[in-house]
């Protein structure tokens, strides 16, 4: 089993940048995959950005270029960079672990960007 807690959300202008962190109860060398999601009001949950346990990452093409996802091993924490934000940006956005053949979510974090 593992934790995720998200931090980092708020509010932010058009064009501003924000940082995710997603912090793990245990650690992330040996999940096989991390990612983010997100989620706005009236749509379906969304994969942001994915991590693999090698170091490999991909991340969405409405996000390329502008989010980056990283991953600190010793500090079994997860990051999302989200630079030159939109406000079609605006979600919850959800840390995910894929470990043992099963999903972990965290609780969310609330992303707002004003136009």
């Known amino acids: 089993q593992v934790q995720l807690v998200e931090s980092g959300g708020g509010l932010v202008q058009a064009g501003g940048s924000l940082r995710l962190s997603c912090a793990a109860s245990?650690?992330?060398?040996?999940?096989?995959?991390m990612g983010w999601y997100r989620q706005a009001p009236g749509k379906q949950r969304e994969l942001v950005a994915i991590?693999?346990?090698?170091?490999?990452?991909n991340v969405a093409d409405s996000v390329k270029g502008r989010y980056t996802i990283s991953r600190d091993n010793a500090k079994n924490t997860v990051f999302l960079q989200m630079n030159s934000l939109k406000p079609e940006d605006t979600a919850i956005y959800y840390c995910?672990?894929?470990?043992?053949?099963?999903?972990?979510w965290g609780q969310g974090t609330q992303v707002t960007v004003s136009s």
């Open positions: 995910n672990a894929y470990l043992g053949h099963r999903d972990y």
């Open positions: 991590i693999l346990s090698g170091g490999s990452s």
């Open positions: 245990r650690s992330i060398f040996i999940i096989n995959r």
